[in-house]
């Protein structure tokens, strides 16, 4: 390589400040689950003190992830870190709830115990809560370095800005893409390949609402693609696989379109040829 390139490589390396890896925040966001749901716990607490001594331990972990980013936080990274873990109770129930839909919708479902530990949906919406909590907070970059980590073990993107009820399921969940100004509200079940999105991406739109509203107890089959920051879909509303719909449906419609499919059946060959390559 040119050396001047080489030089302009490392006057940006020792202008930018020191961060904490991606995986450091993966590693917390993973241990703050593993926290709230014993199944997914790696680690066996001898007494409470210990418990509450890795909890603490948390904590400070945290801290010195937003250390990494402090001029750009709207608090103390000790403040907000101490935030974040103040609302993990209210996290928590909020996952409880998703998992119990989950587990409530789908009949091959056996235990909320077998929907925590191995539904994509599940973990997917659980990175979510986490990433939305530190969104709230104000605190940039992390909450979409959780999301990232979740899109690459689930299949399932899902913007932390979006606002998002309770009892939300994801069945399957390959797929899924839910945009940054989404607002989902409560009792929602979406299938995999469903696309809430905005109908343009340009710039100029970054602080507008761009994606769509989802109101309550809606059903989203596989492949829907809901697109407009103006496209409202009314409360217990079916939309049905793979509609196309960028415009709003008032409450309680089935919406749908007729697939042409045609089967014909061919005269059975007199003779059936073999082919070997």
Not at 17 to 26: E, I, M, N
Not at 159 to 187: E, M
Request: overall charge negative.
């Amino acid at each position: 390589m040119e050396q001047s390139f080489l030089q302009q490589l490392y006057q940006d390396h020792t202008h930018t400040r020191h961060l904490v890896p991606a995986s450091a925040t993966c590693r917390v966001a993973d241990s703050v689950l593993q926290l709230l749901f014993p199944p997914l716990s790696e680690k066996r607490y001898s007494s409470f003190a210990e418990f509450e001594l890795y909890t603490r331990s948390l904590q400070i972990e945290l801290e010195q992830i937003l250390d990494g980013i402090a001029d750009k936080l709207p608090d103390t990274p000790a403040h907000l870190a101490q935030a974040a873990m103040e609302a993990l109770p209210q996290v928590h129930r909020m996952m409880l709830g998703d998992a119990e839909a989950i587990y409530n919708g789908d009949p091959a479902a056996q235990s909320l115990e077998e929907v925590v530990r191995t539904y994509p949906g599940f973990k997917a919406v659980a990175f979510y809560r986490l990433a939305h909590t530190l969104y709230q907070l104000g605190i940039p970059l992390i909450p979409r370095a959780i999301s990232a980590y979740a899109h690459a073990r689930t299949g399932i993107d899902i913007h932390p800005g979006a606002t998002i009820g309770s009892y939300f399921c994801i069945d399957h969940g390959t797929g899924v893409v839910i945009g940054q100004t989404t607002v989902i509200g409560n009792h929602v079940k979406v299938y995999q390949g469903v696309t809430l999105g905005a109908v343009s991406v340009e710039k100029t739109m970054a602080n507008i609402k761009r994606h769509p509203t989802i109101e309550d107890h809606v059903v989203i089959y596989a492949g829907a693609t809901i697109l407009g920051g103006n496209t409202v879909i009314g409360t217990r509303s079916i939309i049905g696989g793979n509609v196309w719909l960028t415009e709003s449906v008032p409450p309680y419609s089935r919406v749908y379109h007729h697939p042409q499919i045609k089967v014909r059946q061919a005269p059975e060959p007199e003779e059936v040829l073999n082919f070997s390559i």
